[in-house]
Structures are given as structure tokens and as C-alpha cells.
């Protein structure tokens, strides 16, 4: 069993930043990949970013592609979402969610968290 609280999240004006992170505790944190999700309101929850277990690999959805950035620190077990530039459509509520797979699709993920808010006001 994995336990993963996420916090960060807040109101911000677009083109403003914020931090998202994601703490971990049960299991073995190094030996899971990590993913961010998000959902808005009346909308399916989507893929944001992933990074595999050793931090070496990401990948990011294209709506994010060079102003999002995860990373993580194992000897934390946390995992961080850096949010730059941000736009009223990245409002949603954020996840983070853990995997033994290299994967994107939200169905492949086992544990997660219980989300923290983001709002981008224009």
C-alpha cells in the first residue's frame, strides 16, 4: 500500500507559478513511477506528466510541454510538479498517483492521492 497526500495547490493570476508536491509513505517510493493527473469540471481526468522511478525519464502532455516540469526526490519520497506560465485552462484539480508501469493511461496507476485545487484566474 502506497499513502499520497498531495499540497501546493491555491488560486494564481495567470502567467504566475505555483508547486505542487506530492508526499509518499507505505511502500517502497523509489520503486514506483509517478504521475500527475487532472481533471476539471465536467471534463475526464487527463495526463499531465510522468516520471519513472529513478527520476531518469518524463514525459509530458503537449498542452504542458515546456512549462510544466515533475521531478522527485527519492530519500523524500515526494514528487514535485513545477507549474511556470500558467493559463486559466490549466484550472483543475491536480493528482498524484504512483505505478509499477511505464505508462500515461490513469487506468495503469494503483494508488492515489486525493487532489489539491488550482486555479488560474485570468
Known amino acids: 500500500q502506497v499513502q499520497l497526500v498531495e499540497s501546493g495547490g491555491g488560486l494564481v493570476q495567470a502567467g504566475g507559478s505555483l508547486r505542487l508536491s506530492c508526499a509518499a509513505s507505505?511502500?517502497?517510493?523509489?520503486?514506483?513511477?509517478m504521475g500527475w493527473f487532472r481533471q476539471a469540471p465536467g471534463k475526464e481526468r487527463e495526463f499531465v506528466a510522468r516520471?519513472?522511478?529513478?527520476?531518469?525519464?518524463?514525459n509530458y502532455a503537449d498542452s504542458v510541454k515546456g512549462r510544466f516540469t515533475i521531478s522527485r526526490d527519492n530519500a523524500k519520497s515526494t514528487v514535485y510538479l513545477q507549474m511556470n506560465s500558467l493559463k486559466p485552462e490549466d484550472t483543475a484539480v491536480y493528482y498524484c498517483?504512483?505505478?509499477?508501469?511505464?505508462?500515461?493511461?490513469?487506468?495503469?496507476?494503483?494508488?492515489w492521492g486525493q487532489g489539491t485545487q488550482v486555479t488560474v484566474s485570468s
Open positions: 516520471i519513472s522511478w529513478s527520476g531518469g525519464s518524463t
Open positions: 498517483a504512483a505505478t509499477l508501469k511505464v505508462t500515461m493511461n490513469a487506468h495503469e496507476y494503483r494508488y
Open positions: 507505505g511502500r517502497t517510493f523509489s520503486g514506483y513511477a
